[in-house]
């Protein structure tokens, strides 16, 4: 019984982090409202816009696993989602993250920038 409800406790917390981080990354999309390429292209749901030169955070790191996608001009991330840690050396490793996570020392620029 401990187990289970545990779990139900676990389950709707992680629910409402991830429900009030969304609430929040996407009030600050709506600063960045009527410019192209913001928008979730299915369901119409700002992104939340973090400047690309942005260095030692988790959005413009290589080893976070968010969804996020770069600008064309490659000057700035739009990430959609929490994301997890895949750096060994990160003491964030194999945790959920928020896109500002950080500074990190182990970061290392994402591919895509």
Same mark, same amino acid.
């Given at each position: 019984?401990?187990? *289970?409800?545990?779990? *139900? ?9 991830? %429900? ?5 990354l ?14 979730? !292209? ?7 816009? %973090?400047?690309?030169?942005r260095? *030692? ?6 080893? #976070? ?11 700035? %991330? ?9 750096? !060994? ?20 620029? #994402? *591919?895509?920038?």
């Open positions: 019984m401990y187990d *289970e409800s545990r779990r *139900e406790l676990l389950a709707s917390g992680g629910s409402l982090l991830a %429900v009030g981080l969304l609430a929040s996407g009030a600050r999309a709506t600063e960045h409202e009527g410019h192209e390429g913001h928008a979730h !292209p299915a369901k119409g749901m700002p992104a939340f816009a %973090v400047d690309a030169a260095q *030692e955070i988790c959005a413009t790191c290589r080893f #976070w696993g968010g969804i996020r996608r770069a600008s064309e001009d490659k000057k700035t %991330v739009y990430v959609e989602s929490l994301g997890w840690c895949s750096n !060994p050396e990160s003491h964030h490793y194999q945790a959920m993250t928020t896109p500002e996570t950080g500074p990190m020392k182990s970061w290392k620029k #994402w *591919e895509a920038l």
